[in-house]
């Protein structure tokens, strides 16, 4: 199973983007990478996914290497709300998700 | 849309009582999954059904952990005796799909073995 890796933690100032980071340099080529998030004492929350093409949705930004090896989730004004722990994740074999440590961004005023 | 409901909220038993857990998932989500994060680790998957059939369950721990889903509805995770090491949160995410676009996770139940 692809496996992942992100910095334990970040911090960011209120209304500048986030850029976390996050390397997957044993994705196959049809593994899509995810990202969710963990706002304390809630369930994980989906933010992106994407496969090869940077996506964009209301969150986020998702830019994926060429390669696949590594990519960067954006968040581009990032407020307190967003201060939470950020999954990359990458699919097991059977379509489960695969969760590491994750990186908590805080997000300071 | 009401999202996933998972109840009791918390739940503190004695080592060697059971407890049932249950995950209401959103109305039309076939996919169910459990997943659980005990003390200082990662979150890590239990199992998952495909309306009332198990999918997969290769990330129960042991036969005290049993999961049911009749009718395809709501589901049940009973642990049976708890043990210590079972303490942690247990979370259960409902998708329409089987991949993970789209899956929707609840609160979770934070359990307490003491």
């Known amino acids: 199973d692809a496996k992942t890796t992100q910095p334990p933690s970040m911090d960011c100032a209120e209304g500048r983007a986030a850029n976390l980071p996050c390397n997957h340099s044993?994705?196959?080529?049809?593994?899509?990478v995810y990202w969710y998030r963990q706002i304390h004492s809630q369930g994980p929350q989906y933010i992106i996914h994407?496969?090869?093409n940077n996506e964009t949705n209301e969150m986020a930004s998702l830019i994926i290497t060429e390669d696949r090896k590594s990519s960067t989730l954006i968040l581009p004004h990032a407020t307190l709300r967003d201060t939470a722990v950020y999954y990359c994740?990458?699919?097991?074999?059977?379509?489960?998700?695969?969760f590491g440590k994750g990186t908590k961004l805080s997000v300071k005023p | 849309e009401a999202g996933v409901t998972q109840f009791p909220s918390h739940s503190v038993i004695e080592k060697g009582q059971t407890v049932t857990l249950r995950c209401d998932p959103i109305?039309?989500?076939?996919?169910l999954y459990w997943y659980r994060r005990v003390m200082g680790k990662e979150i890590k998957f239990l199992l998952h059904?495909?309306?009332?059939?198990?999918?997969?369950e290769s990330g129960m721990p042991n036969n005290r952990f049993l999961a049911e889903r009749t009718g395809g509805t709501y589901s049940t995770l009973k642990v049976q005796p708890a043990e210590l090491e079972d303490s942690g949160v247990y979370f259960c995410?409902?998708?329409?799909?089987?991949?993970?676009?789209?899956?929707?996770f609840g609160s979770g139940t934070r359990l307490t073995v003491v």
């Open positions: 044993t994705i196959s080529g049809n593994e899509y």
């Open positions: 994740i990458a699919l097991g074999s059977q379509g489960n998700l695969i």
């Open positions: 994407g496969l090869k």
């Open positions: 059904f495909v309306k009332e059939s198990k999918q997969d």
């Open positions: 109305s039309g989500h076939d996919n």
């Open positions: 995410a409902s998708s329409l799909y089987r991949d993970s676009y789209g899956y929707t």
